[in-house]
């Protein structure tokens, strides 16, 4: 697979120990799903492009039946691939057989189902300082979170990763895993839910679909809390990524991750 694209002035991600001291940077741009725009969601070469423009990435996982991770948002495999079933009741063969390309682009025909460790190994090989990836968990199969903690350790990224969209137990199995993997509580969308995840020792990370004031990321920060929001993803919104910046949040998980690294770079 090889790819020439342009490098943009896009945000990267920075360690978490460097969250508060990077007053002045702009928010991280988690690509969601990758550049779903310009390639097949949750695909090698979605990830790629993103990876090559210096932009951080959401990507969803699930746990196959025979207990293989793989990178695809839907309980089923009807709408981004060519077959028909339940991720969690198709062992890995089965899936990597369909075709997960040609419903976005003929020119994408073949591309397959990628398995977390397939992402794992082209962020190793691609990124040119230390990306974000923000771990979506969809459906809790036994053991995920011990599978992916492993495969997280295996590829040297436990600094680079956190996990949200999981119930409050899968949080605790990850703990138990690894106790420095970042997690979430909660899709969080009220001040009052932002109070209680400053104070949950579960909640390293925020996720917010709203935009909090910067007073409250504020805290967050001092807290050694970072906040990310994800508020109409799919949707061009200018006015949104601006407030969210000026709100200092650390990430913005975004269809629109070029546009708005362009919007705020216009003038540069």
């Not at 210096?54 to 309980?75: A, M, N, P």
């Not at 997280?152 to 138990?176: C, M, W």
């Not at 935009?211 to 919104?237: C, F, M, N």
């Amino acid at each position: 697979m090889s790819f020439n694209i342009p490098i943009l002035s896009c945000v990267i991600a920075v360690p978490p120990e460097a969250v508060a001291d990077e007053s002045d940077a702009d928010p991280i741009l988690l690509a969601h799903r990758g550049l779903v725009r310009h390639a097949p969601e949750n695909t090698l070469p979605s990830f790629a492009a993103a990876i090559e423009l210096g932009l951080s990435i959401e990507l969803d996982v699930y746990q196959t039946r025979d207990e293989q991770l793989v990178i695809i948002h839907d309980r089923t495999v009807d709408r981004t691939t060519n077959g028909t079933g339940e991720v969690v009741k198709m062992a890995l063969a089965e899936i990597r057989k369909l075709d997960a390309g040609s419903w976005f682009d003929p020119r994408f025909t073949g591309e397959k189902v990628p398995t977390l460790e397939e992402v794992f190994k082209l962020i190793r090989e691609r990124q040119r300082t230390p990306l974000t990836v923000a771990l979506n968990m969809k459906v809790i199969s036994p053991g995920i979170e011990k599978n992916i903690v492993q495969l997280v350790e295996k590829y040297e990224l436990l600094d680079q990763l956190f996990a949200f969209g999981q119930p409050i137990n899968s949080t605790r199995h990850f703990k138990e895993a690894n106790p420095k993997l970042r997690t979430t509580t909660q899709h969080i969308r009220d001040t009052e839910q932002f109070e209680a995840d400053l104070r949950d020792p579960l909640a390293d990370d925020l996720w917010v679909v709203y935009v909090p004031d910067a007073k409250a990321t504020e805290q967050a920060h001092k807290l050694g809390k970072r906040v990310w929001v994800s508020l109409h993803i799919a949707h061009k919104e200018p006015d949104t990524w601006d407030k969210a910046r000026a709100s200092k949040v650390d990430g913005i998980c975004t269809d629109w991750a070029l546009e708005c690294c362009l919007h705020w770079h216009r003038d540069v």
